[in-house]
């Protein structure tokens, strides 16, 4: 019977033990000791989750940029302030050519979803917001209102 990788049984225990302990093996080189399996996975992972929050943080900034546009008289700093922390995270996010990419090609479905949010904010109609999304990835992150 073959003993369990005691880097394996860490990482059930104490992810981020696993996480420093896998570096240490990676840096010295040591691979045979790496518990492959799991930390394919476990990149996996990190990667999914990076392109889930560029959707989410996407659709956050466009129900604000929604909400600041069709409704002008409700126009508010806590609305100015979303807008450009969002911003800012999106900025940092897109660094990666990977993540920039990826804003890219789901700019229309997190429209979709900042569509919803906007409405449920507003108590507008979702049919009063144009059907397609009316900004470049561009306007979205780096246009007015801030």
């Known amino acids: 019977m073959v003993a369990p990788n005691p880097v394996a ?3 059930a225990t104490d992810e ?11 840096r010295d080189r040591r691979l045979a000791e790496v518990d492959l399996d799991t930390l394919a996975e476990y990149l996996t992972d990190m990667a999914r989750r990076d392109r889930r929050e560029v959707g989410s943080r996407l659709a956050l900034l466009l129900a604000h940029l929604l909400k600041w546009e069709f409704q002008p008289e409700r126009h508010s700093g806590s ?5 450009e922390v969002q911003r800012q995270e999106m900025a940092e996010l897109l660094e990666s050519g990977t993540l920039r990419n990826h804003a890219a090609e789901v700019l229309a479905k997190a429209y979709e979803n900042g569509v919803r ?29 801030v």
């Not at 609305?79 to 807008?83: E, F, L, N, P, Q």
């Open 16 to 26: 981020t033990g696993w996480l420093d302990r896998t570096a240490d093996l990676v």
């Open 9 to 11: 049984t860490l990482y």
């Open 79 to 83: 609305w100015r302030a979303t807008i």
């Open 117 to 145: 949010q906007a409405a449920a904010e507003t108590g507008l109609d979702a049919t009063v917001f144009p059907a397609e999304c009316p900004y470049s990835l561009e306007q979205v992150l780096e246009g007015e209102p």
